[in-house]
T-cell receptor, first 109, second 114 residues
């Protein structure tokens, strides 16, 4: 059964304190892994798509990496505006996304 | 990417009534989806809205409860029928150019059922 597990569930960081969020997955034939940011009361905002092991993508203070079993979202020198829930999803060649339960990130000034 | 709007953005409804949620995209897309996000939970796919044919529902979701229309390639509606407090959730539409590609989400409709 396809499954996505995100850790930690919640993370509190001081401004400038870099860290990583983890997304472990089990899927029969990964077609894509997706990272989204979701602010309270809003729809998920697309961040990255990763297709194959070894791939990396960057956007401002965020960097996503992919291995055959997991993905990391690295946050470098975070700011309070980076506070949000970060969601990971995978798809195995069909339209259906399997979402993790997310990591709630709080960055303190 | 795509610009997606949903109406209404939020609503408070009485038990036993129905609410229709609209999703509009600024360009033609192949795939449109409807998700539910219950309080404190992640996203669960309700159905795929197919243009010109009946929607494809996921396990646990049925057409009588969640009828869906998709009259063209830029618009879809989801109706939540005979509502109960357990239907209180955020309902989200998403779009993709082809199956398996990146999905882009609308802003969501926050539904509260009393």
């Amino acid at each position: 059964e396809d499954q996505v597990t995100q850790s930690p569930e919640a993370l509190r960081l001081q401004e400038g304190e870099s860290s990583s969020l983890n997304c472990s997955y089990t899927v029969s034939g990964l077609r894509g892994l997706f990272w989204y940011r979701q602010d309270p009361g809003k729809g998920p905002e697309f961040l990255f798509t990763l297709y194959s092991a070894g791939e990396e993508k960057e956007k401002e203070r965020l960097k996503a990496t992919l291995t055959k079993k997991e993905s990391f979202l690295h946050i470098t020198a975070p700011k309070p505006e980076d506070s949000a829930t970060y969601l990971c999803a995978v798809t195995s060649g069909t339209y259906k996304y399997i979402f993790g339960t997310g990591t709630r990130l709080k960055v303190l000034a | 990417s795509a610009v997606i709007s949903q109406k209404p953005s939020r609503d408070i409804c009485q038990r036993g009534t129905s609410l229709t949620i609209q999703c509009q995209v600024d360009s033609q897309v192949t795939m449109m989806f409807w998700y539910r996000q219950q309080p404190g939970q992640s996203l669960t796919l309700i159905a795929t809205a197919n243009q010109g044919s009946e929607a494809t529902y996921e396990s646990g979701f049925v057409i009588d409860k969640f009828p869906i229309s998709r009259p063209n390639l830029t618009f879809s509606t989801l109706t939540v029928s005979n509502m109960s407090p357990e239907d209180s959730s955020i309902y989200l539409c998403s779009v993709a150019r082809t199956g398996g590609d990146t999905q882009y989400f609308g802003p969501g409709t926050r539904l509260t059922v009393l």
